[in-house]
């Protein structure tokens, strides 16, 4: 069965931290690109950060950039969002999203919540 699961969320000071995890299971994860992306309650999902299956090239929406850094582990079949300098706008649900065009996979997690609140 092809599953994403995200860990980590959670309520978090403005300025503070969080790594967000999402494990991969029922498909090769090596194969695939991954994607975070956010939404916020009344506001349509968002692409947070993306990286590519082969060299791990990265790429992250402009709010985001100096901020947060994905990174993958191919051999734990993890992908990870470390946010820093979080601000009250970066308050969303997360999700974890994996993609591939052959043999095609679209694949979502169920979200993790991420509140910045003091």
């Known amino acids: 069965q092809v599953r994403l699961v995200e860990f980590g969320g959670g309520l978090v000071q403005p300025g503070g931290s969080l790594r967000l995890s999402c494990a991969a299971s029922g498909f090769t994860f090596s194969s695939a690109a991954m994607r975070w992306y956010r939404q916020a309650p009344g506001q349509e999902r968002e692409l947070v950060a993306a990286?590519?299956?082969?060299?791990?090239?990265?790429n992250y929406a402009d709010s985001v950039k100096g901020r947060f850094t994905i990174t993958r582990d191919n051999a734990k079949n993890t992908v990870y969002l470390q946010m820093n300098s979080l601000k009250p706008e970066d308050t969303a649900v997360y999700y974890c999203n994996a993609i591939r065009e052959f043999p095609y996979l679209h694949v979502w997690g169920q979200g993790t919540q991420v509140t910045v609140s003091s």
């Open positions: 990286i590519t299956k082969t060299y791990g090239s990265t």
